[in-house]
């Protein structure tokens, strides 16, 4: 859940999906958001309709 949060220092971390181990090893494990996970907000902050089309969405791998 962490991983949703609006913070950057929060969505970039927690990575692994079923195996928390992946990221202890490269550092990117959070325990706790800074605000709790009651009050913590998830989002993004930049969303808008881009992804909404076909083309956009799978273009987006191949992009810097």
Do not use: C
Request: charged residues 25%; hydrophobic residues 30%.
């Amino acid at each position: 859940r962490i991983h949703h949060s609006v913070k950057r220092s929060e969505h970039d971390t927690n990575y692994g999906f079923a195996l928390s181990w992946w990221d202890r090893i490269f550092g990117t494990y959070t325990v706790n958001p800074t605000e709790g996970h009651e009050d913590m907000k998830v989002g993004l902050q930049w969303q808008d309709e881009r992804p909404n089309r076909l083309a956009w969405s799978l273009s987006l791998p191949f992009r810097k």
